[in-house]
């Protein structure tokens, strides 16, 4: 059994910061990826950030050079800090991740998702 578990999220001004972290747990082999989304009301959920096993990273648009995104594989932990948080930040926010568990299962987990609202 994975499980995936945000945090980190919640209510903060325009121009803030916050850190979400999204820990893995279970009987996990490897880790492949680790991305995050998220999903504003009314629209389709959206790849915000992504980082592989080889460290390599991506980023939407929007975000770039606002937001980080980096992994404690000796955790299987994935991390996002996020700068300069503007109102359309505001989202529910959702770790993924492509995990190898025993016996050779590969497949996609989700996590439950993390409120982040960014208002005055």
């Known amino acids: 059994q994975v499980q995936l578990v945000e945090s980190g999220g919640g209510l903060v001004q325009p121009g803030g910061s916050l850190r979400l972290s999204c820990a893995a747990s279970?009987?996990?082999?490897?880790?492949?990826?680790m991305e995050w989304y998220r999903q504003a009301p009314g629209e389709q959920r959206e790849l915000v950030a992504g980082?592989?096993?080889?460290?390599?990273?991506n980023y939407v648009d929007s975000v770039k050079g606002r937001f980080a995104i980096r992994r404690d594989s000796a955790k299987n932990t994935v991390y996002l800090q996020m700068n300069s948080l503007k109102p359309e930040d505001t989202a529910v926010y959702y770790c993924n991740a492509d995990i190898l568990r025993l016996f050779g299962t590969r497949m996609r987990y989700w996590g439950q998702g993390t409120q982040v609202t960014v208002s005055s």
């Open positions: 279970g009987s996990i082999v490897s880790i492949y990826a």
């Open positions: 980082i592989n096993s080889d460290g390599s990273t």
